[in-house]
């Protein structure tokens, strides 16, 4: 079973920036398409940014040019760098494989906040 662990997220000021990380174990995370999801208060989850296997990336709408995501295999980690944050940003952030989910992390808290 595979199991995640989200980190790097912390109270930041409107316009800084945050860099998450993602740590799967088990061989097989280089075999999917990971994404980054957040989950406001009293919100849905929704998916943010992807990375599929060879590197392709996509975003929300909401926030792209402002994140990137990427991945490194050999070390089975997934991050988003998330540079002028605002506060819409404010959320709970985990990472998961896209289609079928694996079992869900604690995710890491990003507030955005003056």
């Known amino acids: 079973q595979v199991q995640l662990v989200e980190s790097g997220g912390g109270l930041v000021q409107p316009g800084g920036s945050l860099r998450l990380s993602c740590v799967a174990s088990?061989?097989?995370?280089?075999?999917?398409?990971m994404g980054w999801y957040r989950q406001a208060p009293g919100k849905q989850r929704e998916l943010v940014a992807h990375?599929?296997?060879?590197?392709?990336?996509g975003y929300a709408d909401s926030v792209k040019g402002r994140f990137t995501i990427s991945r490194d295999n050999a070390k089975n980690t997934v991050a988003l760098q998330m540079n002028s944050l605002k506060p819409e940003d404010t959320a709970v952030y985990y990472c998961?494989?896209?289609?079928?989910?694996w079992g869900w992390g604690q995710g890491t808290q990003v507030t955005v906040s003056s």
């Open positions: 998961n494989r896209l289609g079928t989910a």
């Open positions: 088990g061989s097989i995370f280089r075999n999917y398409v």
């Open positions: 990375i599929t296997v060879g590197g392709g990336t």
